[in-house]
């Protein structure tokens, strides 16, 4: 099979995205600046200064004036997106991406981006529940450790038939290290953190033990009806510990017996995919997603994703999402970049004999759609 004849299977392939988020709504996608879009900063001086300088930047307003039909340069970008329809925009894109099923997590912007009820007016749209998001709506209810975690139990248990996944962000406020505290470990975290909290406000799930105990009883719900849980890893915003982001933390729960048949998604990676791809081939319940590293990362950095996700990991195991949110741009430039990286990392493995040709065709499939179909019961 020819490199071309290869990239022509690709470019045809559906890909079920098992991970992104929700568009902004016209008004906020028009205020909304573009470099934000390309980077997990959020500090002025890095937007500003350093952001147009950066490769993944520099790559995609290339990108963008050849879909706009302008010149390559970020404000005839601006101007040229401005000009949009952007209803007709969204519907564009969101085709050409070749998304066949988008697994959305709602938990994030809530307020400030489409729900899943308006996304799937775009495209077929299934809901991931963020764990850290619901609970901390409960908190307030219970003020008993006890009473507390039987009350996230039974919110997962009623939430499921309308869910495809469980989503974590313990890597945010915790890490990945999770344990089994004691309730009364429990009931110390819950008194504090409302005793801190003004009443005012929902409580922000950022203690250890209550979060650890949060995260044991969702879980115990997902397992129960099938649910696959995602767990960030790897780079991510600022307030993250990257130290404490590392997969590898996750081992105590791929081994906890009474979690055993859990299946377990570790996203994004960067840049422990080799990491993630030595769990996913040790341990039944982990797969990996090369996400996020996809596009945001050079040319270079994807291809060589791709490559690091195979090294122990079965093709069976990894998964390619978006992660994309906000603007309809960054669906259809992290579709362009799976595809095409993907592509040449194939291409490359076919070369080097680890597949052949027809393998390689199989291998795209699973990757970019089949294992997330079987592994979520979806599309």
Not at 159 to 184: C, F, H, M, N, Q
Not at 190 to 206: F, H, I, S, V, Y
Not at 350 to 367: C, Q
Request: proline share 7%; glycine share 6%.
């Amino acid at each position: 099979m020819t490199p071309d004849a290869l990239a022509e299977h690709v470019a045809a392939l559906p890909i079920l995205d098992h991970h992104a988020h929700g568009l902004y709504p016209e008004a906020l996608w028009r205020a909304e600046p573009i470099e934000p879009y390309f980077t997990e900063s959020a500090d002025p001086e890095i937007l500003a200064r350093h952001v147009p300088h950066n490769l993944y930047f520099r790559r995609s307003i290339r990108h963008l004036a050849e879909l706009y039909g302008c010149d390559p340069t970020p404000d005839a970008v601006r101007t040229a997106r401005q000009a949009q329809d952007y209803p007709a925009l969204c519907a564009r894109l969101m085709r050409e991406t070749g998304i066949s099923l988008l697994l959305m997590d709602d938990g994030i912007w809530q307020g400030r981006l489409l729900t899943v009820e308006q996304m799937n007016a775009l495209l077929p749209t299934r809901r991931v529940a963020r764990i850290e998001a619901e609970a901390a709506a409960l908190l307030r209810e219970a003020p008993d450790a006890r009473v507390y975690l039987e009350r996230v139990e039974a919110h997962f248990d009623a939430l499921a038939p309308g869910l495809v996944a469980l989503k974590s962000i313990a890597a945010y406020r915790t890490g990945l290290d999770i344990t089994r505290p004691e309730l009364s470990e429990v009931q110390r975290d819950l008194d504090a953190l409302l005793r801190e909290t003004p009443e005012d406000r929902t409580p922000r799930l950022n203690r250890k033990a209550l979060l650890d105990a949060t995260l044991h009883a969702a879980l115990r719900a997902g397992l129960r009806h099938g649910l696959p849980i995602q767990f960030h890893t790897g780079y991510g915003d600022p307030d993250l510990d990257l130290r404490l982001a590392n997969p590898l933390h996750l081992r105590a729960l791929l081994e906890d017996p009474e979690l055993r048949g859990l299946h377990v998604v570790m996203l994004h990676g960067y840049p422990f995919i080799r990491e993630a791809g030595y769990l996913a081939s040790v341990y039944p319940g982990a797969w990996l997603d090369v996400g996020l590293t996809i596009p945001y990362t050079s040319t270079h950095g994807m291809v060589t994703a791709w490559h690091e996700s195979l090294h122990l990991s079965p093709i069976t195991k990894v998964l390619f999402s978006t992660d994309a949110q906000r603007t309809p741009e960054m669906f259809w430039l992290a579709a362009r970049a799976g595809r095409s990286t993907l592509t040449r990392a194939l291409g490359e493995t076919v070369e080097a004999g680890d597949l052949s040709p027809e393998e390689a065709r199989w291998a795209a499939r699973r990757l970019l759609h089949d294992n997330a179909a079987e592994l979520y019961k979806a599309d």
